[in-house]
């Protein structure tokens, strides 16, 4: 196996990690009872925003993937 292929699997494991506990941390703290609604509705859109973050690099990486099969 291609060591740049290995690097962007290895990269792309640690960027949706990061994503992840982003979106676990923003729910956590979201059941919390004495943050207001401002708060609570701009954590949801920052998870909103960590989701798509995640699913663009899964699709990017899928993309990747397909290029350097094809060359």
């Given at each position: 196996?291609?060591?740049?292929?290995?690097?962007?699997?290895?990269?792309?494991?640690?960027?949706?990690?990061?994503?992840?506990?982003?979106?676990?941390?923003?729910?956590?703290?979201?059941?919390?009872?004495r943050?207001?609604?401002?708060?609570?509705?701009?954590?949801?859109?920052?998870?909103n925003?960590?989701?798509?973050?995640?699913?663009?690099?899964?699709?990017?990486?899928?993309?990747e993937?397909?290029?350097?099969?094809?060359?």
């Amino acid at each position: 196996m291609n060591i740049l292929l290995i690097g962007i699997t290895i990269g792309l494991i640690g960027k949706v990690l990061l994503g992840l506990s982003v979106i676990l941390v923003h729910s956590k703290i979201a059941h919390e009872h004495r943050i207001d609604t401002v708060v609570l509705r701009e954590m949801r859109r920052e998870r909103n925003i960590a989701i798509l973050a995640i699913t663009l690099m899964i699709v990017g990486y899928a993309m990747e993937m397909v290029f350097f099969a094809g060359a």
